[in-house]
């Protein structure tokens, strides 16, 4: 047991070791750019090479947003040396899959969000660019290009107005993406526009202020519910913090929790018992968001 704990600490530090190569490589690849960039250009290499750690830190970051369910393999590493047993590492490892989820569904929540928020200056700019005197194919064109919120049925919407294709149609497809259900609004204001005659841009100015107050009453309600989430994230930190106290008092609570049969049975309730807890209160404050 002790020799699998020893290469697994191997392992991380080997990990480690390769993660700060390909930093310095990174580092070094765009350092050479930049004395490129200077000699055949005269571009300034001072600048090129001052802007190399913050985009190679970004990117890191995103990446480690991107696979931060990851993380928890070498939190459970360090437990499983610190309590000499494998099963922090076999509870990393399920975690793995929970934490992804968790983290993949915050990323769609923060996506349909924006999402929303582009599709109301997507009318904000039409109106905009129709008092300003430009037809309305010419002010979607310049709406869409500006804020983005066609998505991905971008280039089939600015077809369909280009050549005179069915835009209500295709503004209808784009409203079908997640947090996009502004652009049937958009849509309707099209199609009233064209058969009935009537004004596109007292609809659209009309759409976009509901579209703003409910982008507002959205963001009312997340500040509401933040004391709620942080008070579940308190509650769900309360075993590790007794945990450290535990420590700090010369307990070894790690070695009564895994190595006898008490604490195992210990830690098996309370494992589910944290479970349902922090279930149960993210149910209720989701019902409170749906609400």
């Given at each position: ?129 129709l ?15 500006e ?10 919407v ?59 009453q ?55 018992l ?18």
């Amino acid at each position: 047991m002790l020799e699998l704990l020893t290469v697994w600490g191997a392992v991380n530090a080997l990990a480690a070791f390769c993660t700060v190569l390909a930093l310095r490589r990174a580092v070094e690849q765009r350092c050479g750019a930049g004395r490129a960039q200077a000699l055949l250009l005269g571009g300034a290499f001072t600048r090129r090479e001052d802007s190399a750690w913050p985009a190679i830190i970004k990117r890191w970051r995103s990446v480690l947003m991107r696979r931060r369910a990851w993380l928890c393999l070498p939190a459970a590493g360090a437990l499983a040396l610190l309590g000499r047993s494998p099963l922090p590492l076999v509870l990393g490892a399920l975690a793995v899959p929970l934490v992804e989820r968790w983290s993949r569904s915050a990323t769609l929540k923060k996506e349909r969000a924006a999402r929303a928020e582009r599709v109301t200056d997507l009318c904000a700019a039409v109106v905009g660019e129709l008092r300003a005197g430009s037809q309305p194919t010419q002010a979607l064109f310049f709406a869409a290009r500006e804020t983005g919120a066609l998505g991905e049925v971008e280039a089939s919407v600015l077809a369909a107005a280009r050549f005179g294709g069915d835009v209500p149609e295709a503004l209808r497809r784009a409203g079908r993406q997640d947090g996009a259900d502004g652009l049937a609004g958009v849509a309707a204001c099209w199609q009233v526009a064209v058969d009935g005659g009537a004004g596109l841009v007292t609809g659209l100015d009309r759409l976009e202020v509901g579209l703003r107050d409910r982008c507002e009453q959205r963001e009312r309600l997340r500040a509401e519910l933040a004391g709620a989430w942080a008070t579940v994230v308190v509650l769900a930190l309360l075993p590790v913090g007794g945990l450290a106290l535990g420590a700090a008092l010369g307990v070894d609570p790690l070695r009564v929790l895994l190595h006898t049969p008490a604490g195992l049975a210990c830690l098996v309730v309370g494992g589910m018992l944290e479970a349902v807890g922090l279930w149960w209160a993210a149910r209720i404050v989701r019902g409170g968001e749906r609400a």
